[in-house]
């Protein structure tokens, strides 16, 4: 792997930008969302249009309905600082 070279980094995902992302990967709209996570279809829609925090709770919510580990949607710009293991 020494021929290995890490991406780089090209756009900024917002937190509202990374729940509609995986949202719309798995092919779901907002109202299914809302039901299986619990959270209103109102308030997932000013989550992902950053009108409002999304927030621990909302975050485990969503995390759980969207198959995905909280921080994904929390810290969707989050890199490993170099020379870390994982």
């Given at each position: 792997?020494?021929?290995f070279r890490?991406?780089?980094?090209?756009?900024?995902v917002t937190v509202g930008e990374?729940?509609?992302?995986?949202?719309e990967l798995q092919e779901l709209r907002q109202n299914p969302l809302a039901e299986a996570s619990g959270i209103a279809q109102?308030?997932?829609?000013?989550?992902?249009?950053?009108r409002v925090?999304?927030?621990?709770?909302?975050a485990k919510a969503l995390a759980r309905a969207l198959k995905c580990h909280p921080?994904?949607?929390v810290f969707p710009g989050?890199?490993?600082p170099k020379g870390k293991a994982a």
């Open positions: 792997m020494k021929d890490p991406a780089k980094k090209r756009v900024t990374s729940v509609r992302i995986l949202r109102a308030t997932i829609s000013a989550i992902e249009n950053d925090r999304l927030g621990v709770e909302r921080g994904v949607l989050w890199e490993r």
